[in-house]
């Protein structure tokens, strides 16, 4: 009984033994090449595409009835780099249709696939199917004898146990072949949009999806209640498919769902109450509906990615977004129509291109807030426009090209203006053309501008400030003698920042105190002994 005993456990170590020896072989050697049966169900369909007449030796040219020939260096065809099965096959548009022609989706371009063809392709993860405008049973009276053909492949589908993403979108398939495709135990990603597809969706066997795309359908609207079920679900697109009015829409689960597209329907604002209590949600798309008035933000907290474009909220919105604090991008397409705002604040995000032209419509703004985002090209005609301004904030961007001060000649109400900088692209010049200021600044940061870069002298319309509290001119290479004309100017000036440029000659202070809590003149040509009186008129530097 132990010898027994003894030899079975040896056998079976034996067979461990084997079964680790094979593997290392195939993970140090892989196959040499695909399948046969696999080679050969590509080959079939290859011989299944039709080119309307064309030459078809374009189509599929690396596909070849070859022994000789490794189907897993074809093109649209992907391999296990081990076993050689093939993984993913990627047959967007096969024909090779030009996709955005109107002619695409005319009668003559219907297309029919025997799906049976991949059920040998046992180890397939990925099959894109889309833009091939594959037709399902439809209305059309003159295809109705290929039903049959087209749903026995579909359901031979149920036999590819490892698909895991599967892209039919943009084909003339209906709703009938979801109960087929809810046969795919291991599908996690489906893309359905821009079929025919109408009614219900059907939520038994999509339990695994994780995501799903069913946009450009003909789907109700109740439709979105069924997706509840669906635990795993994580991304939902469900744009461009109602075109009435859909009002409360009663959502229940999605605990899950990180990103939601509803755009380019018909949904009012009644929606977002519920969408709020999804507090696994990320990216929120609901542009191009029908939603007024405020912005319920309670329960978007943690929203990363929201696109409010072309709706008909009111101006409040954007202070209210401002408590969005893990927002990264904000997509606000029509903000320009917002003609009565008086305060755009957007700092500290991370919008990037040009600053859109039609900003300077929105003359009754008070404040602009663009600091500290990723801002290109030349920002001197939209700011130009706005004489209203009494906060401008531009720092910290990637403006480019020349900014004229003169620009901001008519802008007698402007208090503040930052355009800290840093970048090389950017030039600002305030000596040409000539001009006079009508405003009196508070705050001025022009550092690191480029300031004057033909004369490198220190702008002229400074001596015309007397109300500055705070100015920066650092790290521009201004030229000439010192400018204690600033100090005497501005008695109310609390930091002067004039450091990292080429100032030269003696350093003069006013014979009155001043209230300057900081200065720094470091890094230029200064000469001789500080002033003796230094202390008594800066008594209150902070050192």
């Not at 096959?89 to 022609?101: A, E, P």
């Not at 989706?105 to 799906?115: A, C, G, R, T």
């Not at 939209?382 to 090209?401: C, I, M, P």
């Not at 705070?470 to 450091?499: A, C, E, Y």
Request: glycine share 6%; net charge negative; charged share 20%.
């Amino acid at each position: 009984m132990g010898a027994s005993h003894f030899q079975m456990e040896l056998a079976n170590l034996a067979k461990c033994l084997l079964l680790g020896f094979m593997i290392l072989w195939i993970q140090i050697h892989g196959n040499k090449g695909c399948f046969e049966a696999e080679r050969s169900a590509l080959l079939n369909f290859k011989k299944f595409v039709v080119s309307d007449g064309a030459d078809v030796d374009h189509l599929l040219s690396s596909w070849v009835d070859d022994s000789m020939s490794d189907c897993c260096k074809w093109e649209r065809v992907t391999c296990n780099s081990t076993t050689s099965h093939v993984i993913e096959l990627f047959l967007n548009n096969t024909r090779q249709h030009d996709i955005d022609s109107e002619s695409f989706y005319d009668d003559e371009n219907i297309w029919f696939i025997k799906l049976s063809m991949f059920q040998q392709l046992k180890e397939l993860r990925n099959l894109n199917l889309s833009y091939n405008y594959v037709i399902g049973c439809t209305s059309l009276k003159d295809f109705e004898g290929f039903c049959s053909i087209i749903y026995v492949g579909f359901e031979r589908l149920s036999e590819l146990k490892k698909l895991e993403t599967l892209d039919l979108s943009y084909n003339h398939f209906n709703d009938s072949i979801l109960p087929s495709l809810g046969a795919l135990t291991s599908l996690k990603s489906l893309i359905l949009s821009w079929n025919w597809m109408e009614g219900s969706f059907p939520s038994k066997g999509f339990e695994r999806l994780e995501e799903l795309d069913i946009s450009g359908n003909l789907f109700n609207s109740s439709i979105l209640s069924s997706f509840g079920a669906l635990k795993s679900l994580k991304t939902l697109i469900v744009s461009d498919m109602f075109n009435t009015m859909v009002v409360a829409v009663p959502i229940q689960g999605f605990e899950r769902l990180e990103d939601l597209d509803i755009s380019y329907n018909w949904f009012n604002k009644s929606i977002l109450s519920s969408l709020g209590a999804r507090t696994s949600l990320r990216t929120l798309k609901i542009g191009w509906n029908h939603m007024e008035g405020s912005f319920p933000i309670q329960g978007f907290e943690r929203l990363e990615e929201l696109d409010i474009s072309g709706n008909q909220f009111n101006s409040s919105i954007l202070s209210s977004l401002g408590t969005l604090t893990s927002l990264k991008t904000l997509i606000v397409r029509g903000l320009c129509k917002f003609k009565s705002l008086v305060k755009l604040g957007l700092g500290g995000n991370q919008f990037s291109g040009p600053l859109p032209e039609c900003i300077g419509n929105l003359t009754n703004l008070q404040v602009l807030d663009l600091s500290f985002n990723q801002l290109s090209g030349n920002f001197q005609s939209v700011v130009s426009k706005l004489t209203s301004l009494k906060y401008l904030l531009l720092s910290g961007n990637e403006f480019e090209g020349l900014f004229s001060f003169s620009a901001l000649a008519n802008h007698s109400k402007l208090e503040l203006f930052l355009l800290s900088s840093g970048s090389s692209r950017l030039e600002l010049e305030t000596e040409h053309p000539t001009w006079f200021p009508t405003f009196q600044l508070k705050y001025i940061d022009l550092s690191n501008c480029n300031l004057n870069v033909r004369t490198r002298a220190i702008p002229s319309f400074l001596l015309y400030q007397n109300d500055i509290l705070f100015i920066d001119l650092s790290h521009n290479m201004l030229f000439g003698t010192f400018p204690s004309w600033i100090l005497r100017n501005n008695s109310k000036l609390q930091v002067m920042n004039l450091m990292n440029n080429s100032f030269t000659g003696t350093f003069h202070l006013p014979n009155y105190k001043r209230d300057l809590l900081k200065f720094d003149i470091s890094s230029n040509n200064i000469t001789g002994v500080l002033p003796k009186e230094f202390g008594l008129v800066l008594s209150n530097l902070q050192l």
